[in-house]
């Protein structure tokens, strides 16, 4: 995670945002929180392909504004794939398992946040139907969080 976040054009270095940094190269601590899951897609050989954390009570999904709140909702963040891997569909398929555990939960809303420099992530969460909250935006350290939300009440 830190190798795929550190390499995209215009995100903020490991000295910028350090705390950041921190919670990419431990993500599987956060697991240690009741409800979250990291997911993770393999090549068949077994190679890391990319991964993503799935959190089923926004109390534990830890950003900034009002997105812990909220609740019957699921949460997603820091999905990363493997540059050498990317259009290949594992970041569709993790983020599409995450939204398959919010229904299981019985969730009404799945909620992300992404940034401007992460536009190939922004168009998949479009594609797959969630829509810009400017509610749950906020700075984290300056940088703009944009919020997106995906009803699953339809």
């Known amino acids: 995670m830190v190798d795929v976040y550190s390499n995209l054009e215009g995100f903020p270095t490991p000295q ?3 705390h950041y940094y921190e919670l990419l190269a431990n993500i599987g601590r956060l697991t240690e929180k009741a ?9 068949n050989q077994g190679e890391l ?6 959190f089923g ?6 950003s900034g504004g009002i997105a812990t709140t909220i609740r019957a909702a699921s949460g997603i963040r820091l999905l990363g794939v493997n540059p050498r891997h990317r259009g290949l569909g594992a970041g569709k398929a993790l983020a599409i398992a995450c939204i398959r555990l ?3 939960n019985g ?3 799945v909620i992300l946040h992404t940034t401007q420099v992460m536009q190939i992530a922004w168009e998949l969460y479009e594609t797959l139907g ?3 909250s400017e509610d749950l935006d906020f700075l984290q350290q300056g940088l703009p969080v944009f919020g997106f939300r995906l009803s699953l009440t339809r």
């Open 16 to 18: 910028e945002q350090p």
């Open 102 to 104: 919010a229904r299981e």
């Open 130 to 132: 969630f829509v810009r």
């Open 57 to 62: 009570d926004m109390a534990q999904y830890g």
């Open 49 to 54: 392909i990319g991964g993503i954390v799935y």
């Open 35 to 43: 409800h979250v899951k990291v997911l993770v897609a393999e090549s």
């Open 107 to 109: 969730h009404s809303q």
